[in-house]
């Protein structure tokens, strides 16, 4: 459904995101990580579904890591344990029926792939580029209808040996930090080997959930509330005058703040925009943050407030066709601790806008693609 040449930008972008490392291990018996994330592509429902159809014809399609980077619409779900008085042990947890996924899930080691960098969860931080460039990206930032003075920020990269070589000041990615997980041999997980079904569109997380399992504290049982379920679907919409691009969105409930970023391609230069006021912010931040961090972006107006609706992008910055665009909308933690063992619950929604006529013609539009924009995609995405 998707072109290769849409996404040279986006892998060009995200080359330049920083990878954080993850947190350490806590003290406690044992960690539960929850992430669930709503994902959307306006206008592309249909195939969507579609999509997602054919994955639960062929057994199911969900695995590990998708919740961070959903691709399809729909409902994700993450789950890892860290038992750490029986590292890497089978583990179930017991589910309320709104979750769809019957009575309960088991947890299960990660793929051996997966523990040795190969894996969906591990993605971000393993992709190698195929060698090409230079590339001239060109940066600017903030919504309005007027680029402002000082952009936009501009410098080259190239690949080399599989990895950016910059030449002038390149930007310099969001200092994040990762309190995730880079799942390995001490974690059990879900979705796993034995279990890939999608999570359905209708899953609720409220309710009571248990977990069992051997070295598993036997008082491992938590309540979840509605602020910490699946985020409503980001609803983003796009107009495009002469004034620029007009992004426009419903309010999701439980959002405490929004993103916006948007790249494309104009002839070899990658042209990149966000809707941070106070300067360069990438890819990197289309993910999970803490809530500190969203509460201290919002303030600094890196991130769009929480009673935010639209947001224009000046006409001039892409002037030369239209962008991707992804959204996220940030939403709440939940960190529930007792002696032996602690749960976090993390909860996003996210949306995808690709340029218009992108999935009428996908083959032809691959077709025509630059060998230097295939070569990449075909490094960083394996395709």
């Known amino acids: 459904m998707q072109s290769s040449s849409l996404f040279v930008p986006a892998a060009l972008a995200f ?6 490392a993850p947190a350490g291990a806590q003290s406690t018996q044992a960690d539960l990580y929850i992430d669930v994330a709503t994902h959307a592509m306006p206008g592309m429902g249909g195939l969507g579904a579609l999509g997602r159809f054919a994955g639960n014809m062929s057994g199911g399609n969900a695995s590990y890591g998708m919740a961070r980077h959903p691709g399809m619409p729909g409902k994700y779900m993450d789950v890892a344990l860290d038992n750490r008085n029986k590292p890497g042990a089978p583990a179930s947890q017991a589910i309320p029926k709104g979750l769809r996924l019957g009575d309960e899930i088991d947890l299960l080691p ?50 080399r040996n599989g990895k950016p070589v910059n030449s002038g000041r390149a930007m310099t990615p969001r200092s994040i930090p990762q309190h995730g997980i880079d799942p390995g041999p001490q974690h059990v997980l879900w979705p796993n080997p034995s279990s890939r079904k999608s999570v ?38 796009r107009e495009t005058t002469d004034q620029g691009t007009l992004l426009s969105w419903k309010g ?8 916006i970023h948007a790249t494309a391609m104009d002839g070899e ?33 890196t991130l769009l407030g929480a009673d935010a609706r639209s947001c224009r992008i000046p006409s001039e910055v892409f002037a030369g066709g239209a962008p991707m665009v992804q959204m996220i909308a940030y939403g709440n933690e939940r960190t529930i601790a007792q002696p032996g ?30 060998p230097s924009a295939k070569g990449l995609l075909r490094g960083l995405f394996g395709r």
């Not at 209708?202 to 910490?228: C, I, N, W, Y």
């Not at 999970?288 to 600094?300: D, F, G, R």
């Not at 995808?352 to 992108?358: D, K, R």
């Open 15 to 20: 080359a330049l995101a920083a990878a954080s």
């Open 110 to 159: 990660p793929e051996r792939k997966a523990r040795d960098g190969g894996g969906a969860d591990n993605a971000s931080t393993n992709m190698a580029l195929a060698d090409g460039g230079p590339y001239t990206i060109r940066y600017y930032w903030g919504c309005g209808e007027q680029v402002r003075a000082g952009q936009p920020a501009t410098f080259t990269m190239s690949v």
């Open 200 to 237: 359905s569109s209708k899953a609720s997380l409220v309710g009571t959930h248990h977990l069992s399992g051997d070295g598993v504290p036997g008082s491992m049982q938590f309540d979840l509330g509605r602020e910490h379920d699946f985020l409503p679907e980001l609803e983003l919409d």
């Open 252 to 259: 999701v409930d439980g959002a405490n703040a929004y993103f």
């Open 269 to 301: 230069t990658v042209v990149m925009w966000s809707s941070a006021q106070d300067g360069y912010a990438g890819p990197e931040l289309v993910d999970y943050l803490p809530e500190s961090l969203v509460a201290q972006w919002t303030k600094k107006r």
């Open 341 to 370: 063992w602690r749960v976090r619950v993390r909860n996003k929604s996210t949306a995808m806008l690709m340029p218009s006529g992108a999935a009428a013609a996908p083959r032809a539009t691959q077709e025509s693609a630059k």
